[in-house]
């Protein structure tokens, strides 16, 4: 699966929650590494302070150490430093070439939900990898019994963005040995409105759920269907009747680049499930993999 990831870590459960699904996540013989970013010499208070600035770099490499011990991972250990968190892990992620950036909940999030702070979900848009976000208490049910991922669950539409998405959920199944499920959310466009007779409403409804299921059920290996409502909304209550949800990023986006649009947006608000973001990826390159 994923064989170059990066984890940001802070010394707190969410930093540990986001280890714990980086493991779920990456290859067997893939490479993991732990970053804590701090501010350093670029804070300037502690610029003028050299002492402040060592203090700093020494408390980083510490609890990187902890952590490492405390999740009993093989991992290598990076301290960063930069402006945020988030801006931190992103330029890392390009100067190591990294497949995945794995995060963690803000602190304040609601409990179970996958929740960005707002400097680290701006500082990530753009990022050159997959991004995954771990729900608050991740760790500790990832503990427990059953706790292995047992269905993968994705949104398709059958955009390119789509495609790749249920590739990538293709292989996650096939590497934990889950099922994959997909959920196609459909609406009426707000220009069909004037041409729909209210009686006919019903079932012009019926008629595009009964074309997104038939689409669903050409794809091979996965269990689908098809509702009618609010896409993110929808796919949120999808999410708790998986164990990760796979989402593209929004197609008009930088390609190879993560791009979060008002779907993944919503999702990473209100998702209990962890959530799995990938990259704009090339046409040619998507219809390949699928």
């Known amino acids: ?23 779920r ?22 610029a003028i302070t050299p002492g402040m600035v060592a203090e700093e770099r020494e ?7 902890q952590e490492r011990a405390a999740t009993d991972v093989t991992a290598d250990l990076l301290s960063i430093e930069s402006i945020s968190p988030g801006r931190g892990l992103h330029e890392q992620a390009e100067e190591q070439n990294a497949d995945l950036l ?51 669950g994705v949104a398709y539409n059958a955009s390119p963005e789509s495609i790749a998405a249920l590739a990538v959920a293709g292989e996650l199944a096939a590497m934990t040995g889950a099922t994959t499920h997909a959920m196609e959310v459909v609406s009426i466009p707000s220009t069909a409105y004037a041409g729909i007779v209210v009686p006919t409403f019903g079932d012009y409804i019926d008629a595009i759920l009964q074309e997104a299921n038939s689409r669903l059920e050409e794809l091979p290996d996965v269990e689908g269907h098809a509702v009618y409502g609010l896409t993110g909304e929808e796919l949120a209550i999808f999410g708790d009747q998986v164990d990760i949800l796979v989402v593209g990023s929004r197609g008009y986006g930088p390609v190879k680049r993560l791009v979060l649009g008002s779907t993944s947006d919503y999702l990473e608000r209100h998702a209990r499930c962890p959530l799995l973001v990938l990259p704009r990826t090339a046409a040619g390159v998507t219809e390949g993999r699928a």
């Not at 408390?59 to 150490?65: F, G, K, Q, R, T």
């Not at 707002?118 to 990530?124: E, W, Y």
């Open 102 to 152: 794995v995060v963690g909940s803000c602190s304040h999030g609601a409990f179970g939900r996958a929740m960005l702070g707002d400097d680290t979900r701006a500082a990530l848009n753009g990022a050159p990898c997959a991004v995954a976000v771990a729900s608050r208490g991740y760790a500790e049910r990832a503990g427990g019994a059953g706790s292995q991922i047992a269905k993968v």
């Open 25 to 46: 996540l990456m290859d067997p013989d893939g490479k993991l590494t732990l970053a804590h970013a701090h501010s350093g010499k670029l804070r300037p208070s502690h």
């Open 1 to 23: 699966m994923f064989k170059n990831v990066l984890v940001g870590v802070d010394g707190r459960p969410n930093g540990r929650d986001a280890i714990a699904l980086a493991s």
């Open 59 to 65: 408390a980083s490499h510490d609890l990187l150490e």
